[in-house]
């Protein structure tokens, strides 16, 4: 069995290579030609949140299953608050082939999935992309984003002032892009053609009343059903696309609260699977903004999983016939 | 992580001491004070079935999960039917403790289920037991229900003569006591007071007509929608308890069926951790038989393994100080 490290993922996953796999990996499940069951949830009192997450896209060698461990006080004793393994079995004989550490995988995947989404819903000449977050995936986002789209300009907010300016500065001189730390949610949301939130926050993370016409929203954070990244204002001059209907239905808060509050109809809801699959073009009125809303789809994982493995085995076997 | 193996579970899992845990895990479940999310099945076409079995008991230090891959066709590859790998993850800070080999695990904890049904189910005074079975946790039934019932005899049929008579023999030798391979699944109907059907079988294994009044039948192989061990006669006469109701109304061929076709009701079938919760008798007709109908719960493996997590981590803990 292989033991496979963030480094070997690194290695082997370019971010151009992702955003193909993930966009593939849409359009096979809207096919249903791949399986996503619903993720299981098994939450322990005073203790971790844990997920379940198994995936396949019919024909490839494996099937893979996330199994992501959640406790926001882990920090205080040293740990990440999110743990993540992905493990892999031979499709056909359920052999298991592969540990991965799922960390990275999962932030290049999930930004992956937001430049999808946002190429295909963010208009072409956008100048400003928005995040707000400065964790692991605003990490992936902004590189990633770059890929689908020109920004002359990235504004980062987080409520930490030390750490959205450290943050700013790292990713300036790691892109060669300015990246600014803005002093409220409200400038980002403002000049922002395109923005990402990646955070943990329970309630909007700015007013979507100050969004401007034309411009694209990624919510790609905090995805149970309490919580949200976004407020009614937005929702409701928004065309809402999200990457699994069903999984949006059950656990997203962005999604159901608006549905129970009347800002939008269930009907309203687009899935990103099947824009890409019938190569739709989303119209929406002058005004209108796009959301899209996401909160993880184990088929995701499977593809790219199934991707690095590949390129792995070979290497392995290579590896073993020179010794 | 500590990896354990099957001859980590043989040496630290005495069959006394599983009883004594799954009947523990069954009222802690039937009280509110463990959980057992709905597992999740994936199916490969062409290929494996898996099913992602999450579990864990309140209280207890680790979460397990069970993943179980199934294929029919892996022994004309060498490798067996069923494939069972269970994790293990602190239960508050969710890191990976432990990866378990699961098969030797499962057939005790299924026998040690069937042995607390039984014990609760069956007559005081049997003197026959019937297996329809040869494989894995037919082995592990012979010595486990004898812990709770004294029988005199026990008949084998599986549809292979030579492997039936192979069993019987080499039970009788490890176990001391007469095991007779019978020619027909007939005669095991109509002379054991205790039945276990532990098969793959798609079609109910014998006729139910044959079945004595107040003898106690364990149907615990086959739990597929459309698979049955046992048919509607037997299921009409019987007093039918169920591991549990929701998994069985959702999975379990010998329970859906007879409700479709009206041979039971819903609201006859009664669940094992009730009755042994609330300390019940159950209470049935001279006629009567009694049906324990079980697919296998994932808060019985949580049960185990955190037991063989405990007993195993002072081992490792005493080595580490040696050295």
């Known amino acids: ?153 990235i504004l980062v907010y987080s409520r930490d002032k030390g750490r959205r ?21 409200r400038r980002v949301a403002r000049e922002s053609d395109v923005m990402v939130t990646v955070t943990t926050s329970d309630t909007p993370v700015f007013d979507g009343r100050l969004v401007k016409p034309r411009s694209h929203v990624n919510a790609i954070g905090s995805a149970t059903p309490e919580a949200r990244e976004v407020d009614n204002e937005l929702v409701k001059k928004s065309t809402v696309v999200v990457d699994s209907r069903k999984q949006a239905l059950e656990t997203y808060g962005d999604i159901i609260r608006p549905i129970r509050e009347g800002a939008i109809r269930e009907s309203e809801i687009l899935e990103l699977g099947e824009i890409l699959n019938r190569k739709m073009k989303v119209v929406h009125r002058a005004s209108d903004v796009t959301l899209f809303k996401s909160g993880g789809l184990a088929v995701l994982d499977a593809m790219i999983t199934d991707y690095v493995l590949g390129k792995l085995v070979p290497q392995e076997r290579a590896k073993g016939a020179r010794a």
Not at 13 to 35: D, H, M, N, Q, T
Not at 167 to 177: L, P, Q, T
């Open 1 to 153: 069995m292989l033991h496979v490290t963030e480094a070997d993922v690194k290695r082997l996953l370019p971010f151009s290579k992702a955003i193909e796999l993930v966009r593939e990996a849409y359009v096979r499940l809207a096919r249903g030609e791949a399986v996503n069951p619903p993720r299981v949830l098994l939450s322990v009192p005073g203790g971790a949140s844990m997920f379940f997450m198994p995936g396949h896209v019919y024909g490839q060698g494996s099937v893979a299953v996330k199994v992501a461990r959640v406790n926001a006080a882990n920090p205080k004793v040293s740990l990440p608050t999110v743990l993540l393994t992905i493990y892999a079995y031979d499709a056909i004989t359920g052999v298991q082939v592969a540990e991965v550490e799922g960390e990275w995988l999962t932030a290049v995947r999930t930004a992956a999935s937001t430049a999808v989404a946002t190429d295909i819903l963010a208009g072409k000449s956008v100048k400003v992309m928005g995040v707000f977050g400065t964790g692991r995936e605003a990490t992936t986002h902004i590189p990633m984003l770059r890929l689908v789209r020109d920004f002359d300009k």
């Open 165 to 185: 300016e450290l943050f700013a500065e790292k990713m300036s001189r790691d892109h060669g892009i300015p990246v600014v730390a803005a002093d409220s949610p």
